[in-house]
């Protein structure tokens, strides 16, 4: 059906739907989106050496909670956000179901800062992961040389945080986890 003289055919486009499905759809690098903005993801190798430190430590106790450890995407509906968190343990039957999950679906989100931008990790992640419910998130800040664990989400954020602890402290990471995090390799 053609737009009549004086209709705007996308009139009908929602445009969150819009932006989310051109990225999914992007050919080329992996992107996403903060609050409006589309960033490109450009790990350098000090932030992929570190991701992969937490993976190995986690590893074993994501296969024993069959679940699986990734970087996909995240879903935050109603937002203009669509993120791709540097560590994401979800359940492995969630994992088969498509292309995205939300922040609640999660057991874990690990985010470490990169060098460009922390605040994005710091301020506005971690609010956004309270808000859609993501239970434990784990904020390595690399500038701060620190890590804090925030649990209890809510609308107005987390309610329970440990830290910042100086990298070299363990991170303490509560069930179904049970886990002391060794940060003396970050």
């Known amino acids: 059906m053609s737009a009549q003289p004086g209709e705007s055919p996308y009139n009908s486009v929602d445009p969150e739907q819009a932006l989310k499905y051109a990225i999914q759809h992007h050919a080329g690098e992996r992107v996403q989106i903060i609050e409006g903005v589309i960033e490109p993801m450009v790990p350098r190798w000090g932030h992929e050496t570190l991701v992969d430190g937490v993976r190995e430590q986690l590893r074993d106790k994501a296969r ?23 560590i994401a343990i979800v359940p492995r039957a969630l994992s088969k179901d498509g292309d995205t999950l939300l922040p609640d679906q999660t057991l874990l989100v690990v985010e470490v800062t990169p060098d460009s931008n922390g605040d994005t990790d710091r301020v506005v992640k971690r609010r956004r992961y309270a808000e859609y419910g993501a239970p434990l998130y784990l904020l390595i800040d690399r500038r701060d040389r620190a890590c804090s664990l925030f649990a209890e989400p809510g609308p107005l954020g987390y309610t329970r945080v440990v830290g910042p602890l100086p990298f070299g402290a363990p991170v303490e990471l509560p069930e179904p986890f049970g886990v002391r995090l060794d940060t003396s390799e970050f």
Not at 78 to 83: D, E, F, T
């Open 64 to 86: 024993e909670l069959s679940c699986i450890m990734g970087s996909g995407d995240l879903d935050l509906p109603g937002s203009s956000n669509w993120y791709i968190p540097d």
